[in-house]
T-cell receptor
C-alpha cells in the first residue's frame, strides 16, 4: 500500500496523559500536514512541514501540542497533558507537486478519545 | 463568518435523482478549490478539483464563480454508493493549508 499511513488508528487515554501519533506520508511527497476533525465539522488545519521544516502552525496548536518531522519522512504529533476537548480524529495528509496541480492525500486518521 | 460555508443537509434523494450542493467562501484571494468526499468514519478523499471554466467527471460537474465566491457540485443519476458527506475545500492562498467547509450529507435511497 503506497498511501498515507497513520498509527495508531485508535487511542483511548485518560485526561492528563501524553499521547503520540505517527504519520508516514506517500514516499515521494515532501509536504506533510496535520489536521483535526471533530464530529459534524470539516478537518481543521494544525500544522505543515516541507521536508523537515515546520513552516506553518495554526493558532489551534496550543503549547501542549508539538509536531516533528526529523528526517523529512515520517512525522509525529504529540499531545501533552491531554484534555477531554482534545478528543477528535487527527488526520495526516501529504502532497507533492505534479505540474501546477498539488493534491493533498489523507491517511485513515487516528481517533483519540480522552476520558 | 466561517471561511467556507455549506448547507449541512442532509439531502435525502431517491436513486436516479439529480442533486446540487452549494458552497461559498469568504477570501477573494483564494487560489484553488476542491470537492472532497468523506464516508462515515473514513478519511476525506479528493473527488475533483474545481476550475473557473467548470469541469465534469462522469456524473459529477463542478462549477466555480469567482465573482460571487461560490462553488457548486452537481451529481446526476444518483447511486446508493454516492451516499457520503461532501466537503467543499478552498486553498486560501496563504500557506499551503486547506480550509474545509463543515460538509453536506447526502443520503441516496432506493
Amino acid at each position: 500500500d503506497t498511501g498515507v499511513s497513520q498509527d495508531p488508528r485508535h487511542k483511548i487515554t485518560k485526561r492528563g496523559q501524553n499521547v503520540t501519533f505517527r504519520c508516514d506520508p506517500i514516499s515521494e511527497h515532501n509536504r506533510l500536514y496535520w489536521y483535526r476533525q471533530t464530529l459534524g465539522q470539516g478537518p481543521e488545519f494544525l500544522t505543515y512541514f516541507q521536508n523537515e521544516a515546520q513552516l506553518e502552525k495554526s493558532r489551534l496548536l496550543s503549547d501542549r501540542f508539538s509536531a516533528e518531522r526529523p528526517k523529512g519522512s515520517f512525522s509525529t504529533l504529540e499531545i501533552q497533558r491531554t484534555e477531554q476537548g482534545d478528543s477528535a480524529m487527527y488526520l495526516c495528509a501529504s502532497s507533492g507537486i505534479r505540474g501546477i496541480e498539488e493534491t493533498q492525500y489523507f491517511g485513515p486518521g487516528t481517533r483519540l478519545l480522552v476520558l | 463568518r466561517k471561511e467556507v460555508e455549506q448547507d449541512p443537509g442532509p439531502f435525502n434523494v431517491p436513486e436516479g435523482a439529480t442533486v446540487a450542493f452549494n458552497c461559498t467562501y469568504s477570501n477573494s484571494a483564494s487560489q484553488s478549490f476542491f470537492w472532497y468526499r468523506q464516508d462515515c468514519r473514513k478519511e476525506p478523499k479528493l473527488l475533483m478539483s474545481v476550475y473557473s471554466s467548470g469541469n465534469e467527471d462522469g456524473r459529477f460537474t463542478a462549477q466555480l464563480n469567482r465573482a460571487s465566491q461560490y462553488i457548486s457540485l452537481l451529481i446526476r443519476d444518483s447511486k446508493l454508493s454516492d451516499s457520503a458527506t461532501y466537503l467543499c475545500v478552498v486553498n486560501p492562498g496563504y500557506g499551503n493549508k486547506l480550509v474545509f467547509g463543515a460538509g453536506t450529507i447526502l443520503r441516496v435511497k432506493s
